[in-house]
């Protein structure tokens, strides 16, 4: 049982640059999740996705957009990295049947924009 | 919007002794509440969750946490740490009908041997 699995582990960006982060999870859970997790910083929201077709901006969406491809995968692009988006991203996803499931995290993607 | 306030940015102990965890959170509504722990090197687990029901919670590796209403306090304790308990630990919260669940800063909990 796989869980929720994130592609690249590591990436290196010039700036100007783009990227999209792959996350796709196998417990057939109806919401997902980006966040960027930053020292002193906690756990950022980017973009949610309740449910197969929806997304909805987080805290800090500004420079991503997200896609739902399906069920399964949810994807977060960066048109144009910029080093402020040097950081650790973790796609998380939650079964959200009673709102109240706990999320299910991702390893994360360690990434760097020089 | 909802937010949330971790008080502890940094806590030490020494093994067996009490800990206790500050978490506050704004919220115009019933919510639900979730302490999660990262290990160095590893993604964040679930410690506990309250959404209803007894007001405190108890969680896995001894943890528990008490809901205060008038208050907006959710307060992480353990009655004696031990060294494996080093780690951040992260207060979140949503709304009990709501998707969007948004978490505090963390607080990073470093137990001296």
């Known amino acids: 049982n796989a869980g929720v699995t994130q592609t690249p582990k590591f990436q290196v960006l010039k700036t100007g640059q783009s990227m999209t982060l792959q996350c796709a999870q196998d417990?057939?859970?109806?919401?997902m999740y980006w966040y960027r997790q930053d020292p002193g910083m906690g756990l950022r929201l980017i973009y949610y996705s309740a449910s197969e077709g929806t997304t909805d901006k987080g805290e800090v969406p500004n420079g991503y957009n997200v896609s739902r491809l399906n069920k399964r995968e949810f994807s977060l692009r960066l048109e144009s990295a910029a080093p402020s988006q040097t950081s650790v991203y973790f796609c998380?996803?939650?079964?959200?049947?009673?709102?109240?499931?706990?999320?299910?995290f991702g390893n994360g993607t360690r990434l760097t924009v020089t | 919007a909802q937010s949330v306030s971790q008080h502890n940015h940094h806590v030490i102990l020494s093994e067996a002794a009490s800990l206790e965890l500050g978490c506050n959170y704004s919220y115009g509504g019933t919510v639900n509440l979730f302490w999660y722990v990262q290990y160095p090197g590893q993604h964040l687990q679930l410690l506990l969750k309250?959404?209803?029901?007894?007001?405190l919670v108890k969680g896995i590796k001894g943890f528990e946490a008490e809901f205060i209403k008038s208050k907006f306090s959710f307060n992480l304790r353990k009655p004696s740490v031990q060294w494996s308990d080093t780690a951040e630990y992260f207060c979140?919260?949503?709304?009990?009908?709501?998707?969007?669940?948004?978490f505090g800063k963390g607080t990073r909990l470093h137990i001296l041997p």
């Open positions: 309250y959404f209803s029901g007894d007001p």
């Open positions: 417990m057939n859970h109806n919401s």
């Open positions: 979140a919260v949503n709304g009990s009908r709501d998707d969007k669940i948004i």
């Open positions: 998380a996803s939650s079964e959200a049947t009673e709102y109240n499931s706990p999320l299910h």
